[in-house]
């Protein structure tokens, strides 16, 4: 049954202001609608479509049969090489079908058994139509090695274990989270030693931590196998192999379901917005040509990365990017992407050297690269299709509209968009402003300046903003002072005083302000000191900051404990409940001279005093629900590492005048006077001590 056109009517229900963009979504719409056709009419689906990984790769029947397909149009000879025939040019040929697919297959030595071992080393060896013989790993390949004494270059591996080595997942996946707290890692850094850590360490120790914190989802980094350990995992090689650096394969899907069996949603940072530029362990000119799985000459090469970008436009490039997603969440079971690069995919320019000012004619036209705008759609159309509950994040700095609402409305389909300004807003006041210029409006402005009706997950910092060049917003807060006075038993300097201060009212806000997701970067929330700096010639192969030191949080002399209790504390407020989940916050208040900010959301008041010296007793806010309130989180508990000037608990009751455009006040107290505001009065208020550099949550009793 053909695909439903879309309706101008659907978009501008969504978005009236794109009234003059409608016949350009329309169109790239036409196009999603022209490919789904296509993969029902002549692949079965996408059921069948992104089971490519079934077809093509290497794959083990029942009886121990091994057959092994390619794609490589431009090879005129291809042999299937190896430990198991000693890599003999002749043994084993392929024969190639009208679509340039290669085919071998190969019988078992006996009945159940592969006539190729077990974690062997294999390779495609291929004649061009030049005469050049060329050899690569296989595109498919699901496992692959590297032994740096020997050579940088990948091993390929014929991954088939016995059947009492396969793991057995044991859990469901969770439901969907309501509310996403996500926690962003790295099993490589999450060791506190000088190597790289293991599938195995994570799921022991590390795993314990995120639930314990409150994190509902894991965001997991680097995963894809990539050629270059300090490239974050950005620089894939492999992509349907899981980095062999932290173990086998089993031990991820242990991982996995180990996280699902403490109820934790996981993630896969997905890479298909470029791909490594390397040969002989990659995609790049595969079959001797530059436009494979590319596009050829500029086009399909990104300046910046210096890497390869993807031919979105071509049949076999769709079914390989959209079997990848579907093996991940397949073989893996994962539970979604979060999707890198994204502005990078959806514009020509790839972001270089343009700035996005909001207006929409930005997004549209020539610049836009609907191949690419409509892979994304076909991407989120097929997996939440196949996966209902799949979940998947943007990765998109320019604000691209439509891009988290659903493909038949005329949107792009992701879930959810990273709201990638707000850290920025963060480094750069914390650089180049002192406390006192801290502009309370623009800091609300950058935290609700998002699209009505598209969710966005708000961070405060991520791993972004740790890489060498940049630091922590720990360190940036407190710097060398980090070294000598983060002791219970050292004196409690005003840099520590204000660093923990305000740590915690930034991640707050952020957390109750920002979005409808919320994440942090692995050992962030008690507040990580430095960068990070992962093993390279510059810095001597150190491995000093590719790591995480849990000792300095699990040492309870150390006020590290603070921030990380903070960070509990958040997260388990939120899941009672959940403001995430709800609509975005009503500010009733952002006062310059003050340093306050005040808003409602999901029932609750929130209550930020930003001031450096100031605090104020019987501080008056407006409040819409009239009614008893008591506090519920207060950033000052001793446990918080703060002074306990206010503590949860008490009674504050509205007064019925508005105040502040809401019908009821309450009044917080403080140490240092204020007058009566002049603001005009009229409804219901409460009133309330708030010290300086204090965060105050108070919900009706």
Not at 40 to 66: A, R, S
Request: glycine content about 8%.
């Amino acid at each position: 049954m053909p695909t439903a056109p879309l309706d101008p009517k659907t978009v501008l229900a969504v978005d009236p202001w794109l009234e003059h963009n409608v016949d350009e979504i329309v169109r790239r719409h036409d196009l999603f609608r022209k490919w789904k056709d296509t993969i029902d009419e002549i692949e079965g689906g996408y059921e069948k479509f992104t089971k490519g990984y079934e077809k093509f790769g290497l794959n083990v029947g029942p009886d121990g049969t091994v057959t092994y397909r390619e794609w490589a149009p431009n090879a005129k000879e291809a042999v299937l090489i190896g430990e198991f025939n000693n890599w003999n040019r002749i043994s084993h040929p392929m024969t190639k079908d009208q679509y340039g697919v290669w085919e071998i297959t190969i019988p078992p030595q006996r009945p159940g058994v592969c006539a190729i071992p077990h974690d062997s080393k294999i390779k495609i060896s291929m004649i061009l139509q030049s005469g050049e013989r060329i050899e690569r790993i296989p595109a498919w390949i699901r496992r692959v090695t590297q032994d740096l004494s020997v050579s940088p270059v990948y091993d390929a591996r014929f991954w088939n274990p016995p059947v009492d080595m396969v793991y057995k997942f044991k859990n469901k996946r969770p439901p969907q989270p309501k509310s996403l707290r996500i926690y962003e890692a790295h099993v490589g850094i999450s060791t506190s030693e000088h190597r790289v850590g293991t599938y195995k360490e994570f799921t022991q120790n590390v795993l314990p931590r995120i639930r314990d914190l409150g994190y509902n989802t894991i965001q997991l980094m680097a995963i894809m196998e990539h050629a270059y350990y300090a490239s974050f995992g950005y620089q894939v090689t492999s992509f349907f192999a899981a980095s062999s650096r932290y173990g086998t394969p089993e031990e991820l899907k242990e991982l996995i379901d180990t996280a699902h069996g403490m109820g934790i949603t996981v993630l896969l940072d997905i890479v298909h917005s470029h791909a490594c530029k390397n040969v002989l362990d990659g995609l790049n000119l595969f079959d001797g040509t530059d436009h494979l799985y590319f596009h050829e000459g500029a086009r399909g090469r990104h300046e910046l990365w210096d890497s390869r970008l993807f031919n979105y436009g071509h049949h076999e490039v769709l079914r390989f990017l959209m079997s990848n997603l579907r093996f991940w969440m397949e073989e893996y079971q994962f539970d979604g992407f979060r999707f890198d690069g994204v502005t990078s995919m959806m514009y020509h320019h790839h972001g270089i050297g343009t700035g996005f000012s909001g207006g929409y004619h930005e997004y549209f036209g020539d610049s836009a690269d609907l191949e690419a705008i409509v892979y994304l759609m076909l991407a989120n159309d097929a997996m939440h299709t196949l996966y209902p509950e799949c979940i998947t994040i943007a990765e998109d700095v320019s604000g691209m509209p439509l891009l988290c609402v659903p493909v038949p409305k005329g949107g792009v389909g992701f879930d959810y968009r990273l709201s990638m300004a707000i850290p920025d807003m963060w480094i750069k006041l914390l650089k180049h402003k002192r406390d006192d210029e801290w502009d309370m409006g623009n800091i609300v402005h950058t935290l609700t300046n998002r699209r009505y009706g598209e969710k966005s997950i708000a961070y405060a910092e991520s791993h972004d903003q740790a890489l060498v060049g940049d630091k922590t917003l720990a360190f940036w807060l407190m710097d060398k002072e980090m070294y000598t006075n983060m002791s219970d038993l050292t004196e409690y300097t005003p840099v520590i005083a204000r660093g923990i201060a305000l740590h915690k009212m930034i991640r707050l806000l952020v957390h109750s302000l920002g979005g409808e997701g919320y994440l942090n970067f692995e050992g962030n929330e008690f507040g990580h000191p430095e960068w990070l700096d992962f093993p390279r010639a510059g810095n001597n192969n150190s491995f000093q900051h590719a790591r995480r030191q849990w000792n300095l949080v699990d040492d309870h002399l150390l006020r590290y404990k603070y921030l990380n209790e903070f960070d509990k504390a958040m997260n388990h407020t939120e899941d009672k409940y959940g403001w995430l989940r709800a609509e975005p916050a009503y500010v009733s208040l952002k006062h310059e001279v003050d340093k306050m900010i005040v808003y409602e959301r999901a029932g609750l008041l929130f209550i930020f005093n930003f001031h450096p010296t100031q605090s104020f007793t019987d501080y008056r806010v407006g409040v819409e629900e009239p009614g008893e309130y008591t506090v519920v989180l207060s950033s000052d508990e001793k446990r918080f590492g703060g002074f306990e000037n206010v503590l949860p608990g008490g009674s504050y009751f509205t007064t019925p005048m508005e105040w502040n455009g809401r019908k009821n006040y309450t009044q917080v107290s403080s140490a240092s006077g204020g007058g009566e505001r002049t603001e005009s009065l009229s409804g219901q208020t409460v009133q309330v001590y708030i010290p300086s550099r204090v965060c105050l949550v108070l919900a009706k009793k």
